[in-house]
Each structure stands twice: as C-alpha cells, then as structure tokens.
C-alpha cells in the first residue's frame, strides 16, 4: 500500500504498520503518529483505519499540531470530515496559537475553512441551546418546589389544607 510519495515517509508508514506497533506512539522526530500523517497526506482510508484501532485524534505533535491541523493544512476535506464526525477538537490551538480553521485560512483552502467555520458556528449554537435548556430546567424545578411548599400547610388534625398567605417552609 503506497499511502506516500516521498520515499522517507513510505518507509516511516511501513514501519509504522507493523504488527505490535503502540497506535499513539509517536515515531518520527517530530512526534507525529499514524494519525498525523493520514491526515497530512490526506488519505481518509487510512486515517479511519487507525481511529478505528483507538488512536487519539487529539494527539498534538512537537508543533502542537493535532490531525485535525494537519488535514486542514493539507485541504483534505474528507479527513477534516471524518475528524469532526469522530469529535476532534477544532478549536485546538497549535504552538502558534492557531486551530485548525485558522491554518485552512492562511493555506487557501477555503472549502475547508468554510467547512470548519460552519462546524465551529454550529457546535457554539447547540451549547448555547443546552444551556438554556438546562438553565430553565433548572429553574422551573426550584419554582415548582417553591409554589409547592407554599401551597400546603399542615394543620394539627392532619389534614392539608390551602394557604394563601405565600409564606415559605
């Protein structure tokens, strides 16, 4: 399986496709695991192969550099794809202090950019959303004890009766 052209990288990914080999072992200089160079390479294939195997997605290199950086900086839409469907971290910064968004930006892949943009738009909303929710989740329970306790009095008889005077427990 011929994954690269460059010869130091072919024999780097043999090596890397042992039997036995640590999937989130780094084994380059740079610490870049199998991860990190399907991604760079842009080979989706092979990357969902090791995610699959249980490696980190989120496994930054010596540059900081997770997957998700490397597929943008190689414009490989599908990586970044199958990245984000399997809960990569795009808002991940490098040593540079750039996501993955940033550097799809700066190298011209602007379907990759807008890709990530949208993602990152669309995950801020559906917090936003879960917090409101569990915000008035919340606060109904505690108006709903509240007007509960007001409501029943116990009286020296035994029974429960009505109060309208709205003082609390």
Request: proline share 3%; charged share 20%.
């Given at each position: 399986?011929?994954?690269?052209?460059?010869?130091?990288?072919?024999?780097?990914?043999?090596?890397?496709?042992?039997?036995?080999?640590?999937?989130?072992?780094?084994?380059?200089?740079?610490?870049?695991?199998?991860?990190?160079l399907a991604a760079q390479a842009g080979h989706?294939?092979?990357?969902?192969?090791?995610?699959?195997?249980?490696?980190?997605?989120?496994?930054?290199?010596?540059?900081?550099?997770?997957?998700?950086?490397?597929?943008?900086?190689?414009?490989?839409?599908?990586?970044?794809?199958?990245?984000?469907?399997?809960?990569?971290?795009?808002?991940?910064?490098?040593?540079?202090?750039?996501?993955?968004?940033?550097?799809?930006?700066?190298?011209?892949?602007?379907?990759?950019a807008k890709f990530l943009t949208t993602v990152?738009?669309?995950?801020?909303?559906?917090?936003?959303?879960?917090?409101?929710?569990?915000?008035?989740?919340?606060?109904?329970?505690?108006?709903?004890?509240?007007?509960?306790?007001?409501?029943?009095?116990?009286?020296?008889?035994?029974?429960?009766?009505?109060?309208?005077?709205?003082?609390?427990?």
């Amino acid at each position: 399986m011929l994954l690269l052209d460059c010869g130091a990288e072919v024999d780097t990914l043999k090596r890397l496709l042992e039997p036995g080999s640590a999937v989130n072992a780094p084994r380059d200089a740079c610490g870049q695991t199998p991860v990190h160079l399907a991604a760079q390479a842009g080979h989706p294939f092979f990357l969902l192969w090791q995610l699959q195997t249980g490696a980190d997605l989120n496994q930054q290199d010596a540059f900081g550099e997770a997957p998700i950086h490397k597929a943008a900086k190689a414009g490989s839409l599908e990586c970044l794809s199958l990245l984000v469907a399997s809960d990569a971290l795009i808002d991940l910064q490098n040593k540079n202090g750039q996501t993955a968004e940033d550097l799809a930006w700066s190298c011209g892949f602007l379907e990759c950019a807008k890709f990530l943009t949208t993602v990152k738009h669309t995950q801020s909303m559906k917090l936003s959303e879960q917090s409101k929710c569990s915000f008035n989740t919340n606060n109904c329970g505690l108006l709903l004890k509240k007007k509960r306790a007001s409501r029943i009095v116990d009286n020296s008889n035994g029974k429960k009766h009505r109060s309208d005077a709205g003082h609390l427990c």
